[in-house]
T-cell receptor
């Protein structure tokens, strides 16, 4: 059974601080996806990581993938309130669709 | 056009009603998906269509009936739903099954009374 595990599931942090969300998955896939979801809204694609060692950055967010450790990380640098959302990692795809982690509910406080 | 459009945005229905959710994309994508998302939970895959043919049905109850009339449209027909079916229903598309970046619609928030 494919499993995608995120931690932490809930994170409250102050503006200006750094933090990392972790995503472990159980298959040998070399693709990992990060999505953002605001309350009551749809999912927005943040990063698509396609190979071992892939690193992508967009603004204050940086994602990386280690396929040997089956681990992806989403690092937040100098957090700002606008980054408050739920972040999902997802794995799989193709005919099986994506399997999502439980999500990390992130609150950034002034 | 990089949007996946879903209608309606909100739907309230009784357990004896028949309704349909609609999804449309004009990105030329050949794979389309229905996901169900309960509050504070991750999305769960329901159906996958590839080139207008049903590829995956994740053991979804028959009261949910998908339809893909053409490569741009995806419907989800609802009949005799239960209150526990209340959820956000998300449509998504991707270029094909081998390119898995999914573009999601804004969803239909469904309440079954």
């Amino acid at each position: 059974e494919l499993k995608v595990e995120q931690n932490p599931l809930f994170l409250s942090m102050q503006e200006g601080k750094n933090y990392t969300i972790y995503c472990n998955y159980s298959t040998t896939s070399d693709r990992l996806y990060w999505y953002r979801q605001d309350p009551g809204k749809s999912l927005e694609s943040l990063f698509v990581l396609l190979s071992n060692g892939a690193v992508k950055q967009e603004g204050r967010l940086m994602a990386s993938l280690d396929t040997k450790a089956r681990l992806s990380t989403l690092h937040i640098t100098a957090a700002v309130h606008d980054l408050s959302a739920t972040y999902f990692c997802a794995e799989g795809g193709g005919a099986d669709g994506l399997t999502f982690g439980k999500g990390t509910h992130l609150i950034i406080q002034p | 056009d990089t949007e996946v459009t879903q209608t309606p945005k909100h739907l309230v229905m009784g357990m004896t009603n028949k309704k349909s959710l609609k999804c449309e994309q004009h990105m030329g994508h050949r794979a389309m998906y229905w996901y169900k998302q309960k509050a504070k939970k991750p999305p769960e895959l329901m159906f996958v269509y590839s080139y207008e043919k049903l590829s995956i049905n994740e053991s979804v109850p028959s009261r949910f009936s998908p339809e893909c009339p053409n490569s741009s449209l995806l419907n989800l027909h609802l009949h005799a739903l239960q209150p526990e079916d209340s959820a956000l229903y998300l449509c998504a598309s991707s270029q094909d099954l081998d390119r898995e970046k999914l573009f999601f619609g804004s969803g239909t928030q469904l309440s079954v009374l």
